[in-house]
């Protein structure tokens, strides 16, 4: 059986081209939490081409200090993270800019992988003004 006639990833292309848009060029990308971090961290840089940064174990104070340094150094925060809540203490107005389910390979570590999984990849931004 396999995987040959089945289609995996579908509609992540245009889901990370829509949350680039929505990434000025002149910002600095930081996570509020590590899964999105994880997942999308490599493709703002590599695709979106903006830094960015995971804020491991945020607290408040700490991603409002990384904001006011980025603004410092000439540049804008944009905040990525899995949920508004996440992002709704820190002002701007969240928005998810990818909201994604697909189907991806199956995590297989000794073999060939035979079936897809279902994946639902949801990201929320905010462009905090102060």
């Not at 899964?35 to 491991?56: E, F, K, N, S, Y």
């Not at 949920?83 to 994604?100: D, F, K, N, W």
């Amino acid at each position: 059986m396999g995987l040959a006639d089945q289609t995996t990833y579908q509609g992540e292309v245009a889901a990370v081209q829509n949350m680039c848009a929505a990434i000025p060029s002149d910002s600095s990308v930081v996570f509020v939490d590590s899964l999105t971090a994880d997942q999308m961290a490599q493709v703002v840089r590599g695709m979106c081409g903006v830094p960015a940064a995971d804020v491991i174990h945020p607290h408040r104070t700490t991603v409002r200090e990384v904001m006011s340094r980025i603004r410092r150094a000439g540049r804008r925060p944009v905040l990525l993270g899995l949920t508004r809540a996440e992002l709704s203490h820190y002002g701007g107005r969240p928005r998810r800019v990818i909201a994604l389910h697909t189907t991806a390979d199956e995590h297989a570590l000794t073999t060939p992988p035979m079936h897809t999984a279902n994946i639902d990849i949801t990201v929320w931004l905010s462009r905090p003004s102060r």
